[in-house]
């Protein structure tokens, strides 16, 4: 018989071999250790008896891990943009060059700077989505490596007509953009928002889009993480452009921040992406479920609910369950590119993205 003491030091020494395995699993965030899971598993069965057999799933392989860095690798090419504008209009300044290494072409960013918030809160929620950005790209590289790709060229600016901003701001019809052919960003706290709006509900859609493609359930967890943030700073932009549009009297007479603009920019989006069936007119209110990309509102529920509570602000655009809708890798870039044809390069990337997934569809 086992004495008290004997049996104790075992059950000790099962815990910390239970405890190591656990570790070993939390470490299995990295995309290189993707491929080799199953048979390191098995190397660190305890010895002490014979390795239980694994009910029959499919194992990680080479092809889909390569799948895993893809995938990751274009989200970091949207992170890097959405890090740049942020901190930019937040600090003053972009993303640091340790930052930004890596395998591809590594580009620089044009436009950029800080903007001078007039809204105490406005300023400071945007420190923190410049934050939580940074924070994702030194998160995405990490788990990459020396995998990860380097920041492609990013064009961020609306001071000229040749600026991002401003093609996406004329292409959407705003009338300000089409009087001048630019629009500035960073002009003010309102047209900051705007910007802001139309980079991160696409970035929303593109973590729900790109889901499918995950095979790594550890790399799927950390992808819905960054998800949920992102549509975190989503719904706040949104409930700040709400709120601003709808105060009385009107706290600003940018003409970025009535809700017409707001509606340009979401039909413009649909335009872009292949969903077509969203105009660029705002003679009636966005119809809520009748497009995939939706404006912030107010809205109007389809089919029409009681008279006197047929209206509501939408700040999630949501469909009929109250799902968000993903885009698929080759419509979040004809948006970044701002072409609604097969392309490689344009708009917010001059030059293209950097990894594998770098095409947008042809929806024109």
Do not use: W
Not at 49 to 70: C, E, G, I, L
Not at 183 to 195: K, V
Request: charged share 15%; hydrophobic share 45%; net charge negative.
């Amino acid at each position: 018989m086992i004495d008290q003491d004997t049996l104790l030091e075992v059950m000790a020494i099962g815990e910390q071999r239970r405890a190591a395995r656990r570790t070993f699993l939390r470490q299995m965030g990295g995309v290189a250790a993707v491929a080799g899971a199953t048979s390191l598993l098995a190397a660190c069965n305890d010895g002490d008896q014979p390795a239980p057999v694994p009910t029959p799933s499919p194992s990680p392989t080479a092809t889909t891990a390569a799948t895993d860095v893809a995938v990751l690798n274009f989200a970091l090419n949207l992170e890097y943009l959405e890090a740049n504008y942020y901190s930019f209009g937040a600090f003053g300044n972009g993303l640091s060059a340790t930052n930004t290494s890596g395998v591809g072409t590594q580009g620089a960013v044009t436009g950029g700077r800080a903007v001078n918030f007039t809204d105490t809160s406005v300023a400071a929620y945007m420190r923190e989505i410049a934050s939580d950005e940074n924070a994702h790209v030194a998160f995405l590289r990490s788990q990459l490596g020396s995998s990860a790709v380097a920041q492609p060229a990013i064009n961020i600016d609306g001071t000229s007509a040749s600026g991002a901003f401003s093609k996406a701001a004329v292409a959407a019809k705003i009338p300000s953009a089409l009087a001048t052919g630019t629009f500035d960003p960073y002009a003010n706290d309102d047209n900051f928002l705007l910007g802001a709006m139309l980079l991160t509900d696409v970035g929303v859609t593109a973590y729900k889009g790109s889901a499918t493609l995950i095979t790594s359930k550890v790399i799927l967890e950390a992808a819905a993480g960054i998800l949920a943030v992102e549509a975190y700073h989503s719904g706040l932009l949104r409930t700040l452009l709400y709120r601003r549009s709808v105060q009385s009297p009107a706290p600003t007479a940018v003409a970025s921040m009535d809700r017409q603009n707001q509606a340009l920019i979401s039909a413009a989006r649909d335009t872009l992406d292949g969903n077509t069936s969203q105009t660029a007119s705002t003679a009636t209110p966005v119809q809520l479920y009748a497009n995939d990309d939706q404006s912030v509102g107010p809205v109007t529920f389809t089919p029409p609910t009681a008279a006197n509570g047929n209206v509501r602000s939408n700040i999630v655009p949501a469909d009929a369950n109250a799902i968000v809708f993903g885009r698929k890798a080759a419509n979040v870039l004809n948006i970044a590119y701002l072409n609604p044809a097969a392309a490689t390069s344009g708009g917010f990337f001059p030059n293209g993205v950097n990894g594998s997934i770098n095409a947008s569809a042809a929806n024109s």
